[in-house]
């Protein structure tokens, strides 16, 4: 499997951005695809997740309301639409894949299996 992220770049603050992810393999449409963050001097963060049939979703707090994952899995695709970025948004963007159990967390970095390169997104105010 191998994952590549892109669609980031440099926004002002209140601009949008949407991110893609695309996988190989035929594995994408049965698992859980996830969308981390880093920030330079700070620990990878959970940012979004995504059910194997697009049923269910999940945000991190910060991102709430103003982002939006979905997938396309004809076309073996994952999304992250950002809407009102904030500087504090500025970080690495990484799409993750993973075969993950109803009873384990989507939140968590160790919980998938493959990771693509990470884009650039920077929000200046």
């Known amino acids: 499997v191998q994952l590549q992220a892109s669609g980031g770049g440099l926004v002002q603050a209140g601009g949008s951005l949407r991110l893609s992810c695309a996988a190989s393999?035929?594995?994408?449409?049965?698992?859980?695809m996830g969308w981390f963050r880093q920030a330079v001097g700070k620990e990878r963060e959970f940012v979004a997740a995504i059910s194997r049939a697009d049923i269910s979703t999940y945000y991190a707090d910060s991102v709430k309301g103003r982002f939006t994952i979905s997938r396309d899995n004809a076309k073996n695709t994952v999304y992250l639409q950002m809407t009102s970025l904030e500087p504090e948004d500025t970080a690495v963007y990484y799409c993750?894949?993973?075969?993950?159990?109803?009873?384990?967390?989507?939140?968590?970095?160790?919980?998938?299996?493959?990771w693509g390169q990470g884009t650039q997104v920077t929000v200046s105010s």
């Open positions: 393999g035929r594995t994408f449409s049965t698992s859980v």
């Open positions: 993750a894949q993973g075969d993950i159990p109803r009873t384990s967390s989507r939140s968590l970095w160790n919980s998938y299996d493959y």
